[in-house]
């Protein structure tokens, strides 16, 4: 078994509060906010309703869905849904949107 260095999981953190958790790769960032004990908004869990919006402050996600619910203008502005939004670093959250 051969060791890449890399970290199971990316550390996030939460703003204004500061809350931090556990970012696991492998799942959407609501799953890992959830397990973290940290309160979000969420509804549907599939990109659409939007209930889940934030905006990321600092890090990288991707997505594994081609459209997840945000218009291009707004994925430039940073806005992420984190129901299907998955981190690929260390990273930052904001609650709501633009």
């Given at each position: ?16 509060e500061g809350a931090q958790f556990d970012a ?7 799953h890992s906010l959830e397990a973290g004990g ?52 260390d990273l930052t959250l904001a609650r709501g949107?633009?």
């Amino acid at each position: 078994m051969s060791d890449s260095g890399a970290a199971p999981f990316f550390i996030a953190r939460v703003e204004p509060e500061g809350a931090q958790f556990d970012a696991w790769p492998q799942q959407p960032l609501l799953h890992s906010l959830e397990a973290g004990g940290i309160d979000w908004p969420s509804s549907c869990r599939n990109g659409t309703c939007r209930t889940c919006i934030g905006h990321l402050v600092q890090g990288d996600v991707h997505y594994r869905i081609v459209w997840p619910g945000l218009s291009a203008e707004e994925k430039a502005q940073g806005c992420v849904l984190p129901c299907v939004a998955f981190p690929a670093s260390d990273l930052t959250l904001a609650r709501g949107g633009l």
